[in-house]
């Protein structure tokens, strides 16, 4: 067998006979690209080199003679899939909140179809959407209730794709972070949209959209775990939360996954009274957990899938260099995977580094301005 350097292949490529690694375990058979995945887990797992009795190309000849041209989107491509899926998913939560306050009434299976084909886009480019997602209000309505929804449900959706939960279980989530504020469009605008001070008659009737929300939820028809979830998003472990000040156990799982949730995504985001943290600030207040009010497990997941310096965050490496983790080290979160700013590789493409303990480290979060970009 010929020996081939990991580094040397070229992403998307394919061997005419099957890659082995030790000559027992199959890499890839003829037919399956050579992708970024494998050669980036090879890479983690430390294998250098690979073998086969094959030659590599950039085509797949089948078994009939036809070739076949692999073509992987390159990472611009599905950055702007993912700008473009944002964008349309954020104008259909406008047209289905509209909906809901106008004609006062929503279908669920409408709304779990919707849900599904959300669950295939963040399974498929939650690295790219965590990417773009904290830049992406540019330009659209200032109704952050919208905003709000989009991002705690990708976030929650994260979460459960972490934690493994069925494809039913996950649309499910998905229905309920999308529409966990819907008691909200119950009161008048002016009350959660306002740049003012709110009265305290006014704050009281905040308080108030959790029930209005299981309420509406229920009117409509939805399964109970959705309506409960509506009902106990603002619950806390602790039982500070409100409405029922209910604690531990007694709060649905759908309710903890997108309580983490929304209070990252507030954390990261401006408001009317509030200026927005940096990703990795919002991370650590939430790994503190003061007053343990949230689950520990669902915390972990975050974490976990996000990293301490999440995707998307500009960050400056102890190396001088600037950059942005694009991807999370599954074995350590606080050590992602940073792309590096104008040095791309032989391939053309940028250059990335895993941060290590012993190697290149993250020094800082940066802003945008501060790279240059």
């Not at 070739?67 to 990472?75: A, F, P, Q, R």
């Not at 401006?270 to 940096?278: C, G, I």
């Not at 520990?296 to 310096?309: K, N, P, Q």
Request: net charge negative; proline share 5%; charged share 25%.
């Amino acid at each position: 067998m010929k020996t081939y350097l990991v580094q040397e292949i070229p992403a998307g490529s394919f061997f005419s006979a099957p890659v082995f690694i030790d000559n027992q375990f199959v890499v890839t058979a003829p037919e399956m690209p050579f992708s970024e995945e494998i050669i980036k887990a090879l890479k983690t797992w430390d294998f250098k080199e690979v073998k086969s009795n094959g030659e590599s190309g950039d085509s797949y000849v089948g078994e009939e003679g036809l070739v076949e041209k692999w073509i992987e989107l390159s990472d611009n491509d599905r950055i702007q899939r993912a700008e473009e899926f944002y964008q349309e998913f954020h104008e259909y939560v406008e047209d289905l909140f509209t909906h809901i306050t106008i004609a006062s009434a929503l279908d669920f299976k409408s709304v779990a179809a919707k849900i599904k084909s959300v669950c295939e886009i963040v399974r498929e480019d939650r690295r790219f959407l965590l990417r773009i997602q904290k830049y992406s209000e540019a330009g659209l309505s200032q109704n952050y209730l919208a905003s709000h929804a989009v991002k705690s449900t990708i976030i929650s959706l994260i979460i459960g794709f972490y934690l493994k939960l069925p494809p039913h279980r996950l649309i499910e989530l998905g229905v309920a972070a999308l529409l966990h504020e819907v008691g909200m469009l119950k009161l008048p605008s002016q009350t959660y949209l306002s740049s003012r001070a709110l009265s305290p008659q006014e704050r009281k009737a905040i308080l108030t959209h959790p029930i209005l929300g299981f309420n509406a939820l229920k009117a409509f028809d939805f399964p109970l775990t959705i309506s409960l979830a509506a009902l106990e998003h603002h619950e806390r472990e602790n039982g500070s939360g409100y409405p029922q000040k209910l604690t531990g156990d007694k709060i649905s799982l759908y309710a903890k996954i997108i309580a983490v949730a929304c209070s990252y995504e507030a954390l990261t985001t401006n408001r009317p009274h509030k200026t927005a943290k940096d990703s990795h600030t919002s991370m650590l207040d939430l790994l503190k957990n003061e007053g343990k009010q949230y689950d520990e497990t669902v915390i972990r997941a975050l974490v976990f899938s996000l990293s301490i310096y999440p995707i998307g965050l500009y960050v400056l490496l102890s190396s001088g260099q600037k950059g942005q983790v694009v991807d999370i080290n599954p074995e350590n979160p606080r050590f992602p995977i940073v792309q590096i700013f104008g040095e791309p590789s032989v391939d053309g493409k940028n250059r990335t580094v895993n941060t290590s303990p012993e190697g290149v480290t993250i020094v800082r979060p940066l802003t945008r301005e501060e790279t240059g970009t």
